[in-house]
């Protein structure tokens, strides 16, 4: 069920509960202070409970009340490792009157309660990170332990270390990283912590769980304070409750309450966004006194757009580079380089230029992780190497389609682990993947920008994308209304693994050799080919690991050279392999003429991820497929398959299928064939552990043996 | 480059490798890494004027970083590379910045200078870099790194140890050349050391698999000590501790109040030990907070008992000051880890990465660690059996050898009793781990929910016996072993052609969970002594002859395993397996054995049994 909100400065009164109006206006008093007087050190506030907040004396350290609140809870919770007695989160955008539209921050203020369990409990949710990024400061953190009679440990503040931590790949230096253990925790005891953030971004969109990631939550509640004059929207979703609304001293105060809340545990292959009550807002508009800011450029970015037009006009502003000089490099580049390619090819129509042209960026440019600047600061050498940052492509087939003169579309697209691409709630943060469409001869076509994480064949549909909805903006004309487009789904004809492994099983010299021929397609090949469109370093690279990963199997074939037979770059993207083995020790009489050939090793389905234990969401495997693998085991004399019955299985249980067989081809071999193919598109919590089933049977195969009688 | 302080601490963050290798970039490569070492004296502490020379070879990853601790600045830094026009250039200020280098430890206080080199021109850029280490604590000056991941071509050092200093130095047994000399000077004396290693150390794929991976040498040991000390090395890092680092608090009334319902009155010292020991073990939470001094010395005793957590020197710390409060004769004492790359027989502070509380009970030395929570009283921990430890005290202190658990307590059992279901074999499976064999089992049960607990033992056991089903398993638990029931299901392992049956035994477990295969020179650690026995009883309900099994035994170098299949009665086979070994590690020269018998056990635990029905 979806619900939504709308909220302008003429907003209903609801009116709030009497203890978060005192706690808002605690807060407001508190931060009043922290503005007025900026040489105040620690900001202290004291919680009785959750919802009352009251402004206390100043002094070094957060204050709690004076005796820790302990609360029984039912025995039911107690096989978890830890349950949140309370989570409150308080947004507060505020900003300063006297020097409206420049001084704008936004204040978080966090507080948790929780119990602990298990030994596990300790461990795992007793020390805490708390990362802070430049653009936020934390102003006041704390934590505490409460025994079951009411005594309480408190948090030194010489106790928090912080650090300095870079994240990967250049993208922020030197983020704040506050590290602590919370004192003297016991298995029952309840530990609390309160965190105050405040930043000077706006935050004009965010999509809100109410539940704890780890743990079951009691009662949770998410208040937003806005000053009276931002144009808000706010949508619920999943039977999210409707919250309390009121208006405090200029700023509006939104309130959602819900107890009882699951883990939003983060449960492999599950949507959340299925499962739990969220809601969604975005700041449309802020108030008229702000308009000085609103035409900075910032600020202009950091409300949402209001349509799909806003959006597409913002987008034309920007087209994907801030740099001039870089704007300028690229087209120079594009001039240079891929004009020629794009004029002077032998009379092919639009759709072959196009794809040549695909063809060519996909497999010659190379996305790098670099920085604007940095990039500005080498962009010669940069180009010169065919190396791109990933916002260029865009630049790269902007201008592609600008020299064809063709109407092309900006899609949007939605990953649907993270749920359903909403058309009607508009947001920059909508789309989890964008693509580029275009019609020809009524026909659409459509293809994702190479870059480092997906590198996509034309017309190819990511993984997460198939049957899903997404969006088209016209480029040429934004005027004209977004349409909507459904990827197709991917089926498990074209989602296909077949491996052939032919033994020549020489008895009298007590030899085996082994040669394999793997082909994937579809979806199932995707991982393959990603290593290989970086030219022929790649491809070494991608085959030693290949020989690697069989080194390492428990086959006890030591591989001995591997090649790529096929690799088609049209649906359905059919990718070949063929590895041989040196030849190892043959097989094992067992009796006066009988042989077995452990086939240990041999049989190795792609199997469903499965990690076991209780599941609470709906699992949704990646893509229906299927994998075939066949046998053969060739002999140099004539033989009988002795234990035939021994090797059958045919299992079902509605997630998919497993099945093995063996058969006598002929009189000196024999074929074991062994299929594990996926049906289901989505699995209930309760048919879970049949995905577990279903791999034991596959699993099952592998340590097989065939035993043959040799025939006089 | 690494700083020089190897830290000291803990059990968790002792196991693990070298943390800097983990972190190591193999894409720059260093021809020279030159330190001058000044003594100060008569002030405390150090300086090392440090030039490092190399280049990349990739544009991946175009970044050097400076370690230091909190007891360490570094100032004067300066950088340069060459560039296309062969000419040096210094590195931009905007190209160097500050950061926290992080370690296994939760925190360790340490920092790092990154300089990020320039992506211009060739992807071959050749750089250098010099800085003025100052530290203020001379005794952290104990390693020299004469190898490392970087693959250094030269490593160079000058000591300059003023009049009325000392040094002394442990050389390891190491591949390369390596060239040790002294001059002799109006102030004192200069130790040049000059290396070039020729074995490169190789890394383990993951982090899990650090304790398989090749130790290359990779540090020359120091220790600086006054004239005083001359000949009595071991005494100045013996005082040091006990002086510089034992901050006395003394027990605080609250701490003895948790301290008195602890002992409850008991006035046996064994009593009284065991009972204080098992409560710090369980009942702490390992925290390791290692920044500057604080990586050695121990936190107040009170505030460790009150907070419930600490490393291994709090925990130590907190253990001696209880049992001296008792009348327990008590000790803290350094100790290396199995997994830690040099052993204590050398009296420098990279020796140890560790500390324990020892007891001196009835003429003998009983070793408490304390972070190892199943831990038995009376056994050392498996992190230091078999190693040695340095005892600390006011007199000097001493060495002492720490035995390892013997096989016969660490023994591990499994038994099955089968019977053949069409094609299948089922029925019942106990498993019983005694002593350390029992690690993981405890393990787990100490850090897991009941139900989670199970779920792993499950995955365990189905990691071990290949190809079977665990059921309905159950643990019941004693003061000397851990033991599970339940029943199993192995499938598809019987078949009948020609009028004979067949059992595939490759269901059966790999009698140890330890690398099947590795690297040549690598070298394991077991952590425990092996004793462990397999049999396995199958019931066919009918009068069979079984095909005669040739038994497997091999005893090389310390591994014995031995195998047999009989018919034990009419209707009945058993097959019965073991393995041992008596020791904590296997080292690199034994390993051609152990890899030789894995394979035999392999080929053996793969047979197929033949019996007919009896006429």
Request: charged share 25%; with cysteine.
């Amino acid at each position: 069920m979806i619900s939504t909100l709308s909220a302008t400065a003429a907003a209903d009164s609801e009116s709030l509960c009497l203890a978060q109006k005192k706690a808002f206006r605690a807060l407001k008093n508190l931060f009043r202070i922290r503005m007025l007087n900026p040489g105040l050190g620690v900001i202290l506030f004291c919680l009785a409970n959750a919802a009352t907040v009251a402004a206390q004396v100043s002094s070094r350290e957060f204050k709690w009340a004076e005796k820790g609140k302990y609360d029984a809870v039912a025995d039911t919770f107690h096989s978890e490792d830890a349950i949140l007695v309370s989570k409150d989160v308080y947004f507060t955008v505020e900003m300063n009157a006297a020097n409206a539209g420049k001084d704008v921050h936004s204040n978080i203020f966090t507080h948790l309660k929780l119990k602990i369990l298990t030994p596990a409990g300790i461990r795992t949710r007793t020390q805490i990170n708390i990362p802070n990024y430049t653009s936020s400061e934390i102003r006041t953190l704390d934590a505490r332990t409460i025994k079951p009679d009411g005594t309480v440990i408190d948090l030194n503040a010489a106790d928090i270390h912080e650090m300095k931590v870079d994240i990967p790949n250049g993208e922020q230096n030197g983020v704040q990283l506050l590290r602590f253990s919370i004192p003297g925790v016991e298995i029952g005891d309840e530990v609390e912590i309160v965190i105050l953030q405040t930043t000077k971004r706006l935050y004009s969109y965010d999509e809100v769980f109410l539940n704890d990631e780890a743990s079951f939550c009691l009662h949770s509640s998410y208040t937003k304070s806005l000053p009276l004059g931002f144009v808000t929207e706010t949508k619920c979703y999943n039977n999210m409750p409707r919250p309390r609304i009121d208006t405090i001293k200029g700023q509006r105060v939104i309130c959602w309450r819900v107890s009882n809340l699951p883990p939003k545990r983060a449960e492999e292959l599950c949507v959340p966004e299925y499962e739990f009550p969220f809601m969604r807002y975005a700041v449309r508009k802020i108030p008229y006194t702000w308009s000085g800011t609103q035409r900075d450029y910032q600020y202009d970015i950091a409300v949402e757009p209001a349509s799909w037009l806003e959006y597409a006009k913002r987008l034309n502003r920007t087209n994907g580079l801030n740099s001039d000089f870089l704007q300028a490099r690229i087209t120079k580049h594009f001039n240079d380089q891929f004009d020629n390619y794009l004029t002077y090819s032998r009379n092919p129509d639009t759709l072959q230029r196009i794809t040549r042209f695909f063809t060519y960026v996909h497999d010659h440019i190379h996305v790098i992780d670099v920085s604007e600047s940095e990039y500005e600061n080498s962009v010669d050498y940069y180009l010169k190497n065919n190396q791109v940052m990933e916002s260029l492509m865009f630049s790269f087939f902007d201008r592609m389609f600008k020299e064809l003169k063709l109407n092309y579309f900006l899609g949007l697209a939605k990953n649907r682990y993270t749920g359903e691409f909403d058309k009607e709630f508009v947001t920059i943060h909508s789309s989890t993947q964008e693509f580029m469409g275009f019609e020809f001869k009524n026909h659409f076509y459509y293809f994702f920008l190479p870059g480092k994480k997906h590198i996509y064949e034309f017309g190819e549909v990511p993984i997460e994308l198939g049957g899903t909805d997404a969006i088209l903006i016209s480029r040429n004309n934004i005027e004209s209304p977004v349409r909507k487009f459904t990827f197709p789904v991917s089926d498990k004809q074209r989602n296909f693994s077949k491996t052939n492994v032919f033994l020549n099983i020489e008895l009298k010299k007590k030899s085996i050799t082994r040669k394999d021929r793997q082909s994937r397609s579809g979806c199932v090949s995707t991982n393959e080919r990603f290593g290989l469109i970086s030219g022929s370093e790649k491809n070494e690279e991608f085959l030693a690991d290949m020989l690697r990963d069989e080194k390492e199997n428990n086959s006890g074939y030591v591989p001995d050279s591997a090649k790529i037979v096929v690799a088609e770059k049209t649906n359905p993207f059919l990718f070949t392999t063929e590895k041989n083995f040196h030849p190892k020790e043959g097989a094992r009489q067992i009796d006066n003429n009988m042989y077995a050939v452990s086939v240990s090793g041999l049989i190795r389905h792609t199997v469903l991820p499965y990690s076991g234990g209780k599941r609470t969401t709906v699992y949704y495997p990646r893509f229906c497929y299927s994998d075939v693998q066949k046998i053969y085991l060739v002999f140099d004399a004539k033989v009988e398959l002795m234990n035939a019955d021994q090797l059958k299985n045919a299992w079902t249980g509605g997630v998919g299928t497993y099945a093995l067989s063996a058969t006598q081809i002929n009189e000196t071999t024999i074929m074991l064939d062994s299929n594990y193919d996926v049906n289901a598109t989505s699995v209930l919590p309760a048919d879970y552990p049949k995905i577990g089933e279903l791999n034991a049977e596959a699993l099952k195969a592998a340590s097989l043996q065939v035993v043959v009688k040799v025939k006089d | 480059m690494i700083s020089k302080l190897i830290y000291f601490c803990s059990v968790l963050a002792a196991t693990a490798a070298p943390s800097t290798l983990f972190a190591a970039d193999q894409s720059v490569h260093y021809n020279l890494h030159k330190e001058v070492i000044t003594i100060n004296y008569p002030e405390a502490g150090y300086t090392s004027s440090v030039y490092c020379r190399g280049k990349f070879s990739t544009l991946e990853n175009r970044e050097t970083d400076i370690v230091y601790t909190e007891l360490e600045s570094i100032g004067e830094l300066t950088a340069r590379y060459l560039n296309s026009g062969r000419k040096y250039k210094d590195l931009k200020e905007e190209n160097v910045h500050n950061t926290s280098a992080m370690g296994t430890s939760f925190y360790n206080g340490m920092n790092k200078y990154v300089l990020s080199w320039p992506f211009k021109g060739n992807p071959e850029l050749h750089f250098l870099y010099a800085y003025k280490l100052n530290c203020k604590e001379l005794m952290t000056l104990s390693t020299l790194m004469i190898n490392d991941i970087q693959h250094t071509d030269t490593f160079e050092y000058d000591v300059r140890v003023p009049k009325g200093m000392l040094l002394y130095f442990r050389i390891p047994a190491y591949a390369g050349s390596l060239h040790t000399d002294s001059t002799e000077t109006s102030e004192g004396k200069i130790y040049h050391f000059r290396a070039c290693p020729s074995e490169k150390i190789t890394l383990p794929k993951e982090l899990e698999d650090y304790e398989s991976y090749n130790y290359a040498p990779r540090i020359i040991r120091l220790i600086v000590v006054p004239l005083s000390y001359r000949a009595k090395a071991w005494a100045c890092l013996n005082n040091w501790f006990n002086g510089t680092m034992n901050e006395n608090h003394g027990l605080n009334p609250a701490s003895l109040q948790i301290l008195d319902a602890v002992v409850k009155k008991a006035s046996d010292p064994d009593t009284i030990a065991s009972r204080i020991f098992n409560y710090v073990k369980t009942r702490t939470t390992y925290i390791d907070v290692e920044n500057g001094l604080g990586a050695f010395r121990p936190r107040d005793e009170n505030d460790v008992l009150l907070k419930r957590q600490g490393d291994c020197k709090d925990m130590a710390n907190l253990l001696c000051e209880a049992l001296k409060h008792y009348g327990v004769d008590a000790y803290k004492a350094i100790s290396s880890t199995l997994s830690h790359e040099c052993k204590m027989d050398f009296p420098s502070l990279a020796s140890g990465n560790h500390m324990i509380c020892v007891v001196r009970q009835r003429d003998k030395w009983i070793f408490l660690d304390a972070t190892d929570p199943v831990c038995m009283y009376g056994f050392p921990s498996m992190h230091i059996q078999g190693t040695g430890i340095y005892r600390i005290d006011d007199k000097g202190g001493e060495w002492i050898a720490v035995p390892k658990v013997p096989l016969t307590l660490n023994r591990s059992s499994c038994e099955m009793n089968l019977v053949p279901v069409e094609y299948s074999l089922a029925g019942s499976v106990s498993y019983c781990w005694h002593g350390l064999s029992r690690h993981d089992a405890l393990q787990l049960k100490f850090s897991e929910s009941p139900a989670d607990f199970i779920l792993s033992i499950h995955k365990i056991l189905e990691n071990t016996a290949r190809n079977t089903s665990f059921s309905t398993l159950t643990e019941t638990e004693t003061d000397s072993a851990t033991c599970f029931k339940g029943d199993m299901k192995a499938a598809n392992k019987l078949a009948l052609f020609d009028g004979k049956h067949s059992v595939d035994l490759n269901f059966l477990p790999f009698p140890h969970k330890y690398p099947k295969k590795a690297n040549p020179g690598t070298r394991i650690i077991t952590y425990q002594t092996l004793d462990n026995r397999f049999s396995c009883r199958i019931s066919t309900g009918k009068k069979i002859k079984l095909k005669p099994v040739e038994p497997v035994s091999f005893d090389k170098d310390g591994f014995r395993f031995d195998f047999k299949a009989e018919q034990t009665n009419e209707q009945t086979i058993t097959v019965s397996y073991s393995y041992s070994y008596n020791d904590v590690l296997i080292p690199a020269e034994k390993t051609k054995s152990y890899f030789e018998l894995n394979a035999l056990i392999e080929y053996t635990l793969n047979q197929m049994l033949i019996y007919t029905d009896a006429l």
